[in-house]
């Protein structure tokens, strides 16, 4: 008897405790969802704090039951972090992404996050977008909402250097070279780039070259093995490369510019031209807190966006290369048709929308929207952004960028080789094999 009477009080205390659990479960404030959230970041461009505010406070006040856990990185940085949380197997929960390459090469290879094209057919929002920036990507399925189509060999000319120094833009490769000696008696440089960051070359000058040379289907024909990088069409761009250095367009003084000083040395009139992405109208427009801008809006109407000039023995003479957008994805480890996966969704669905977009589009961040919605014609832009517009009337094709086909291994190999080639460290051909062996080495795995 006295051990029953003292069991049920134990019954008892816990049939309390689960009642209790389930009514608070049910009933109780839980609090908000907390996201983490890894954002691609550069505090020191051109509006960058304005961004704080009309983009993450504005979600947080539209949607107080979520909290986000927000961490700020830029460039190398970010991508190191990136890599660290896949080490881990602890990715956050919302992040910015790249369609392929760089540090989003295995949270797509390896279904790190979602597919995102069910939640936008759920919410009848793919008519809302440009198709182009819906295709599938590395993973071969949408893992990121993209921001719009990035172009990665644009050719900034500043045309009241060309003016002062009695020129035009160059439209073949052959007035380009003619004008450098003008450009030096002058004090000028020809072709500006951050050349100490190896990627920049490979991104924005070989992706070129390669798609001028090798045709639109170039990096498809590589990875298939009926092409190889050392073949003559292919080796024709390793070529070039070194030959731009060799006439002078690319001066040896590049490799030692970064990518904060290059678009500085530009806006001062130190070069005639800059090759850089389109990502760099946002250095260019004005700063809404401080009302300055490196281009004053009159200064810009003197800053042209162009195609790099017709190309000797080329193949295609007015290609860019060109890769769908960076944007956002969500991890794969949050359990579907949760609250936190429908907190996840509505972060990265406004982060893509059509108010975000404008204001991306407004501020130089974005300058080729993939909302279908967002209008150009009465969006607020300065002088520099609308010219844009013609830029995408201007080339006759878009290639691909070689660290977009590539892992990263191959793409570290290629931004490591192409100085070498430049410098004359290493000939084009041996350069080229360099590259070529990364890749039959991964196809072999």
């Known amino acids: 008897m006295k051990s029953n009477i003292c069991i049920k009080p134990k019954l008892l205390f816990l049939v309390l405790i689960l009642f209790a659990t389930i009514f608070c479960g049910c009933h109780g404030k839980t609090g908000p969802i907390e996201l983490k959230v890894v954002n691609y970041y550069d505090l020191t461009s ?55 390459g760089r540090s989003s090469e295995r949270l797509h290879l390896e279904n790190l996050v979602k597919d995102l094209r069910p939640f936008l057919e759920r919410d009848g929002l793919v008519a809302a ?29 500043n045309t009241q250097v060309l003016e002062e120094c009695g020129l035009v833009p160059a439209t073949t490769y ?3 070279v003619a004008q450098v000696p003008v ?8 072709l500006l780039m951050a050349n100490s960051e190896q990627w920049v070359m490979q991104s924005c000058l070989l ?17 298939n093995g009926t092409l190889r990088l050392t073949d003559e069409k292919l080796l024709k761009a390793f070529q070039f490369l070194q030959q731009l250095c060799d006439d002078g367009v690319i001066s040896k003084n590049t490799f030692d510019v970064n990518y904060s000083e290059v678009v500085e040395a530009f806006s001062m009139g130190k070069g005639a031209y800059m090759l850089d992405g389109d990502w760099r109208l946002s250095s260019f ?15 810009q109407e003197k800053v042209d966006m162009l195609v790099f000039p017709v190309i000797p023995d080329s193949v295609h003479s007015k290609t860019v290369s060109g890769v769908c957008g960076t944007g956002w994805g969500i991890s794969a480890a949050i359990k579907p048709n949760s609250a936190k996966e429908d907190a996840a969704w509505r972060l990265v669905k406004w982060l893509e929308s059509k108010e975000v977009q404008q204001w991306r589009l ?84």
């Open 46 to 100: 051109v509006n960058a704090a304005e961004e704080i505010t009309a983009v993450w406070e504005k979600f947080q006040e539209q949607n107080p039951d979520i909290k986000l856990i927000r961490e700020d990185y830029f460039n190398d940085v970010y991508h190191l972090k990136i890599e660290e949380y896949i080490e881990s197997g602890n990715i956050p929960d919302v992040m910015y992404m790249w369609p392929s």
């Open 183 to 190: 450009l030096a008696a002058k004090g000028h440089e020809t």
């Open 285 to 299: 427009v004005t700063n809404s807190d401080t009302g300055q801008a490196l281009f004053s809006l009159q200064h």
């Open 362 to 445: 407004e501020k130089g961040l974005a300058p080729f929207p993939s909302r279908m919605d967002v209008d150009m014609n009465s969006a607020n832009l300065e002088p520099i952004q609308r010219k844009t517009i013609d830029f995408t009337r201007s080339y006759t094709g878009v290639t691909p960028v070689f660290d977009g086909e590539f892992s990263e291994n191959v793409s570290q190999v290629c931004n490591s080789v192409l100085p070498l080639i430049c410098l004359k460290k290493i000939t084009p051909l041996e350069g080229a094999m360099r590259i070529q062996e990364e890749i039959d080495k991964e196809n072999l795995n």
């Open 207 to 223: 992706s070129l070259l390669l798609g001028r040379f090798g045709g639109p289907y170039w990096a498809d024909h590589v990875k």
């Open 129 to 157: 977008y440009n198709p182009a920036a819906l295709e599938k990507q590395l993973g071969g399925f949408l893992g990121e909402l993209p921001n719009g189509m990035t172009y990665t060999s644009v050719l900034y000319a």
């Open 174 to 176: 052959e007035e380009l």
